[in-house]
């Protein structure tokens, strides 16, 4: 028998030897690589600017602020005073009447040069998209240009084919999450507060939000609901067979992944803690399966990292209230998408693995061996898209990113098939998008929202109809 | 020294980083060419390593980690450069340029030999925690930290290694195959 001391000794001696010389080669290579090789400048990474120097945030706001006053100067002077919709500032409700929005008259001498305005009314990015059980849609909070949160909310009705004002929510909220309850109310829960383009936040005192709102439809109210036990943003929320709601994972100040979970029941309007996770872990996706149990997958482990990616995955049980490890991912991956097909497995699309941003790779999840697999690649890489199970059992994917440097976003969509395992281009949007939503309609068709476009949050929706395979512009 | 020429490549000096990457590319190549075991293999994956750290360098939030950072860009890309080749569960040759002098030599070399088969035999994430812990000198939470991974997969995944590479040399102290044989 080997003991572990000889077996250190022989195995450091093994990996002694070796090559420990980099041919010059190699290094002009990839320098000469390098010359056409692009660095990627992230859009949009609040937690890591809150981590740079004042004087860097304080320019980076300068030349928002410059960007913004002096873009929307221009487009007052191309388009005239009549079409904007003032904005004071972007955590600011719009100031809308009743009537539908972009079609409201702006308010004479209204403050605020913008052209952010379309049929939802600002533009907004990282915002939630919830069908309610009238059919209608929920849009609430998300960020606007400059990363400005929003408190503002609107409802798309399918049958006017229109956005209307509703709420405000209580708190300008940006990558929280909306789950729809089963007596037809909606849980907002976390979210970040930033606002970078009025005040940027002093070192070490950005937070994230504890608090839950809870929407009601009849009354087109949001009422504070909660706390949670932990401020968290980029969490999952996941609804539970019994009507409670599983908050997992997320980031927390000073950008931490954490790996506790919550339960909200709205029974009583409380969170309680409930198991932890085996890996702290943000930007990861929660699905609940057909037996009522909870896939989590990969995700950050840490704080805003390009190449910090889990491939590991749990479930949490709610029988139980513990997680427990299940198979891996091929790689570790993160701001993936996950859907739960209809025969039970999990399509895991995109993401991105530690070093590569967009890719097409797919896995899927097999809860009864409890195992991922690969699957085909998509028509495109992409990070951030997002992906919505068709009533015919497809899954329409849309959008997303791939070339952030180059802000290159895509329109292209595409669609699963499950039958087959094979992804075919479909139609295109009209508005290249990233950070939007997708949300199926009860008619089956699909209502894409917002999200970033070629410079600046999108206000325009479109639907896609799968039975003609096509975009066409919503509201 | 470092700190100043990362923040001048974040920035996009390419002179800069070519001064990252001769100071970084000998310790790059010996773990990728101990992760590969193959020195062609191993400079593919720094060649890549080093243009994926220049794309993203600007997302790199201190400075003072490239190293660390750089080191975890080239285990993905050995682990991507591994997927490519299948090199880990086949064609072993390990046979010395002139033949062993002796007894004792013979003997090292076939010590080294199955050493060689063993190791190819795991994974490369496998591979990757031996390489941090037996040549870089480094703990599991060291390597956990520096890679990116929990402790605990760290933990398990040297476990995993040393009872192969273990299992890999009672095995053929028991029966010791010919030095430049092919594994299926």
Redesign the interface.
Known sequence: ??T?RE??R???G???D??????DR??Q???A???H??????LR?PR?LF?TTMQTRLAVAAVIGVLAIGGGFYLLQRNGPQTGVPVASPSAVPTLGASPIGRATPPAGSPGPTALVGPMGVGRQIQTSTRLNDGRVLIAGGYALGDGSLASAVLYDPVTNTFSPTGPMAGARGYHTATLLKDGRVLVVGGGTANWSATLPPEGAFTFLASAEIYDPATGTFTPTGPMATPREVHTATLLEDGRVLIVGGMTTQSESVASAELFDPATGTFSTTGTM??ARAFHTATRLGDGRVLIVGGS?????????LD?AEIYDPATGTFSTTGSLS??LTFHAATLLKDGRVLITGGN????GNLASTEIYDPISGTFTAGKTMVNGRVYQTTTLLDDGRVLITGGGDDY?NRRFLSSAELYDPATGTFVATGSLATARTYHAATLLTDGRVLVTGGYGADAPVAAAEIYDPTTGTFSPAG | MDRDLVEQAQRGDREAFGILARTHGDRLIAIAQRILRDVGRAEDAVQQTLVIAWRELPGLRDPDRFDAWLQRLLVHASYAEARRSRTWSANVRVLPSEGPAGPDEATALDNRDLLERGFRRLPPDQRAMLVFTHYLGLSPTEIAERLGIPVGTANSRLHYAHRAMRAAIEADERALPVAGGRLG
Not at chain 1, 37 to 42: A, G, L, M, V
């Open positions: 028998m080997t572990q077996l250190d022989i195995l450091d093994f990996l002694a070796g090559t420990n010389e980099l041919a190699v290094i290579a990839a320098l690589d390098i010359d090789t692009p660095q990627r400048r992230h990474a890591r981590m085996k890996n482990p840490a704080a805003w990292n390009n190449s910090s990616t590991s790689f570790g693995n530690g070093y590569q440097t």
